[in-house]
């Protein structure tokens, strides 16, 4: 089979594959709303979260989250320009939506990333060394991140889901990059490819993401700089950090379906969250398709100006307001 040909089928199986997804999600949601979704709730939310602010969020959110930028810190401040509420059952609808949206994000990786799932679904069943390789490493990745949010996330909204935690994050993780940047330490060069990596690498890495559960940090830019740092190449270091991301955001969004999917659902109805989901898709899936082409080029800094130009953008907005 020529490889072009492959490539292409391989793309629309992503694709085909993340469509069906996307339809069963679509039948699960439907179900409760139908099964008894409270009107008056639904129409009272419309006014709240309007399609044109959910496609908002949904685009925000498909573009930031997987560049060293964070999405929780440009969400929750796109969330306060758009002076959506943050406090009592509609704040709570709102972040579930803002978590829920994370699936369009998944989707993208999901399609973009087809064969290295497959490869990682077949290690599962002992038809690919490689592919169990980074399955395992995956999970030991995914672990402490996983543990230390459960244990603390009454204490991580309560105090750090605010402007100014995110706006330290940002000046802090923008300087953090200008500095390794300067020393040519995130930028593309030879390394270790994504089948070298060992556990303790992912040890490493999952460890590093612990330190993205405070909004304005960005799970992308901790898990890539700490990729680097330990000899994979850049290739390498992104890929990880998406396919880690699938698994983080995937149990992040479950987790959160299970606890308030049905409050998002009689908050908001069914077709404002589905939008964003669709429209966080899009966008994530261009959003990593020119963060790859970008990095095969160019080292980080450009995302360190940027943390810091919105850190002093938002500073003023604030001011102002």
Not at 87 to 104: C, N, P, W
Not at 141 to 146: H, M, Q
Not at 194 to 205: G, H, K, N
């Amino acid at each position: 089979m020529h490889r072009p040909f492959a490539a292409r089928r391989a793309r629309d199986g992503g694709l085909l594959l993340a469509a069906s997804v996307l339809v069963g999600v679509v039948a699960i949601a439907v179900a409760p709303a139908v099964a008894g979704a409270a009107p008056a709730a639904a129409h009272e939310a419309a006014a709240t979260l309007s399609a044109a602010k959910a496609a908002i969020l949904g685009v925000v959110e498909g573009v930031t989250e997987y560049l060293p930028i964070s999405s929780t810190g440009h969400l929750l401040v796109t969330s306060r320009l758009l002076d959506l509420p943050d406090t009592g059952s509609a704040g709570d609808a709102l972040k579930s939506y803002e978590i829920a949206i994370q699936f369009g994000a998944i989707l993208a990786v999901l399609a973009l990333y087809c064969r290295r799932v497959a490869a990682m679904l077949e290690g599962v069943v002992g038809r690919s060394v490689d592919g169990r390789r980074l399955l395992t490493g995956v999970a030991v990745a995914f672990v402490p991140a996983a543990v230390v949010g459960l244990v603390s996330e009454t204490v991580i909204k309560d105090v750090l889901f605010g402007v100014w935690p995110v706006v330290v994050a940002w000046v802090v993780g923008g300087l953090a990059i200008l500095e390794l940047s300067r020393r040519g330490l995130v930028g593309p060069r030879g390394g270790r490819p994504l089948e070298a990596m060992t556990a303790r690498d992912a040890l490493i890495i999952g460890g590093a993401q612990v330190l993205a559960l405070w909004p304005g940090t960005s799970r992308s830019l901790v898990t890539i700089v700490a990729a680097l740092l330990i000899g994979l190449s850049m290739q390498a270091a992104v890929e990880f950090s998406f396919l880690l991301g699938f698994v983080t955001l995937g149990a992040a969004t479950a987790y959160e379906a299970a606890k308030d999917g049905r409050l998002m659902v009689d908050s908001f109805g069914v077709a404002v969250p589905l939008l964003g989901v669709a429209v966080a898709f899009a966008a994530a899936a261009a959003s990593i398709k020119w963060m790859v082409g970008y990095l095969n080029r160019h080292d980080l800094a450009v995302f360190g100006w940027y943390r810091l130009a919105v850190a002093a953008a938002t500073i003023l907005v604030v001011a102002w307001k």
